[in-house]
């Protein structure tokens, strides 16, 4: 039995996703651009799914673009806006994947306070110039939710000629979609965050935005994103997002529960573990994220004993996992890299069980004494 | 249940067989591959490329693959202190200290969190059991013998470990990796330091790290017979490199004085010296008293001395007079081709 606690990685194909995409490879195969009958049974399953997403997200179908995933929908999201003029800027917690190209593009960089919100004051002293602005929904590693509706307002206060992104990677399955999408004029989507494959996203681009093609060539997605449609990609993609949808209401209280219920455990039984961003009732972070900072232990060794038990969690990201450096989401909130290099990210899903949770809770504890012991 | 052992794997010919002769031994074999270094770097075992080597070999093998990174800890105790060293003149061996600091420290000391008891490695040695004790014995090819690099081990680190190429000659171990069919068994062996890229070498590397001084080189009796651009690359006994002409005898780096920023040059002979101060002299078990053979270089011919106590330290006297060690450099002591301890030469 697995216990897979690393749902903000990614997240298992949904069934109803599976059953959408087989007859994609194997029955209406044909290229949706092309204009035998074949390939107008394969765009109108494209038009269908982008309806469906449109729908979900409250957006008008046009203004969904197919991507290859989060990093694709945020690097156009920033790079499609600016010039050598107009700079990006974005929060010091954000993806890398907002944060490379910001940085590649020498934008501005604010800071977030302590618990990991975004300081939005700081849009006031950006230049007028700015192309976009980039704040995510939710942080990938440590969860804090951002005042998303806040920044939009200093955004449209300060910089009226400057789009405004949000990064909602993690927020699909747990936040409000529509409230996102009318605070936004961007918003990047990664199907493999619920339940959907790898390999496809979405940039919602609202009517207006003006984005500089990032690859040219056939002209798909009305010339905004050329390439060959991954048709199993985008039914796989709408079908999770309405199996997601439908169980969605009911989901992020239970699962919300059982998080506290985690975090809440593992605190009773490792008194001096620091549970990152901590405030009560958890009201500030995402109903699935349990992330803490364990003293004195190192990350990789607690990873490598929760495998042993067949639970699979995160020490940061997962593309941090590897990195040389502590996870900058820590630093910019403030921890030490003492601290920093003992941390842990266990992402509860829709299907996670209180049985799992206490197991979970258990075993982080013995891994826990069990490498300090060796430590004395 | 097998016994666990974590075997470092570096990506290269050695540690993939050493992993799976340990298989065929009958161990649960762990594989790590330790990621040591983030800068730039061609050689040694820290590249991408090697990391993925070694995935795959444990992919090939059935065991598991994990990867620890103790960077930090490597810049601690290997790379700044080999920097420190060249700029104050010393000829540091950065292997001898990733082995003290971080192979047969840091993890250990992680096998010890996991609850492995059992360490391993593809070094060119073996182990061997006397009633005194464990012992670093040479390695069966005497060409790969890495016993000199292991001489800091103590007890409680030898009782642990695992060194299963100790036996078996480097050829052998190409063979068995083409037999098993691993994808590492052509891979060149990794050479040089592994921190420093092969373009640009030691110079470049160290001059983005501290600042270098150029040096006047002297004769014996102070005249000035010419020069070099950096004192902190000049290593005592050097020959090469120092543009002196050919029609002059040869002649050696036979001292480096940083405080005047003078190297001095003169036949080998002004080299010797009968006896050499240590440091960090540590015994592989109890102090033993005698005469020892001692290796003062990787692969270097083993000098006959003994090692006596003077002052706080230890010096080492040479039965006859050899060639001054350059100071950083690790002296081992060697009996019966067992290694019984070592220590830093000094000056």
Known sequence: ?376 | MKEQVLMAMSGGVDSSVAAAMLQDEGYEVIGVTMKLWGGDSDSGCCSISDVEDARRVADQLGIEHHVFIFGDEFNEFVVDPYVQDHSDGRTPNPCVECNRHIKFDKLYQRADELGIDKVATGHHAAIEVTDAGYHIARGADEKKDQSYVLYMLDQAQLKRLLLPLGITIKDKVREMASEIGLRTAAKADSQDVCFIHSVGGRQKFLGERIPLTPAKLVDENDEAVGEVESIELVTLGQRRGLNLGGDHDRRYVVDIDRKENKVEVGPKSKLLIESQPLSQLVWTNAEVSGEFEFQCAAHAKTRNGRIQKSGDGYIVTWEQPQPRVAAGQSIVMYQDNLVVGGALAEW
């Open chain 1, 1 to 376: 039995m697995e216990y897979y606690f690393d749902s903000a990685a990614t997240t298992k194909l949904h069934p109803k996703a599976l059953e959408a995409m087989l007859p994609a490879f194997s029955e209406f195969y044909g290229n949706p651009s092309g204009s035998h009958s074949m390939a107008r049974k394969s765009l109108r399953k494209v038009d269908d799914a982008r309806e469906q997403l449109a729908e979900l997200l409250a957006v008008k179908p046009s203004e969904i673009i197919f991507t290859s995933g989060g990093t694709e929908s945020d690097n156009f999201a920033i790079k499609g806006p600016s010039t050598a003029e107009r700079k990006p800027a974005t929060f010091n917690t954000e993806h890398h994947a907002v944060l490379e190209p910001v940085e590649c593009l020498d934008g501005a960089v604010m800071p977030v306070d302590e618990s990991g919100v975004a300081i939005a004051d700081a849009i006031k002293d950006l230049p007028e110039t700015t192309s976009v602005v980039s704040c995510m929904a939710a942080n990938n590693e440590i969860g804090t939710l951002q005042p998303i509706a806040e920044v939009a307002a200093q955004v449209r206060e300060n910089l009226p000629t400057a789009l405004f992104h949000v990064d909602a990677v993690q927020g699909f399955c747990w936040l409000n979609m529509s409230e996102i999408t009318s605070a936004a004029d961007l918003v990047s989507l990664s199907a493999h965050k619920f339940g959907g494959p790898k390999g496809i996203g979405v940039l919602v681009s609202k009517k207006g935005c003006q984005l500089e093609p990032q690859l040219v060539g056939g002209s798909q997605e009305r010339g905004k994103r050329s390439g060959t449609l991954n048709v199993p990609g985008i039914v796989g993609m709408a079908a999770a997002a309405v199996a997601t949808v439908e169980r969605k209401a009911a989901k992020v209280s239970e699962v919300k529960q059982l998080r506290d219920r985690l975090s809440n455990g593992i605190k009773a039984s490792l008194p001096d573990a620091v549970e990152t961003v901590f405030q009560e009732g958890r009201l500030n972070i995402l109903p699935n994220i349990a992330h803490f900072c364990f003293p004195e232990v190192a990350s990789e060794a607690l990873i490598f004993l929760l495998e042993r038990e067949e639970i699979m969690a995160s020490a940061a990201s997962s593309c941090a996992s590897g990195a040389m450096q502590p996870s900058h989401v820590l630093t910019a909130i403030g921890y030490s890299k003492e601290l920093a290099s003992g941390s842990l990210r266990l992402s509860l899903s829709y299907e996670t069980t209180e049985a799992e949770v206490d197991h979970v809770i258990e075993k982080v504890t013995e891994s826990v004494n069990q490498i300090r012991k060796a430590k004395k």
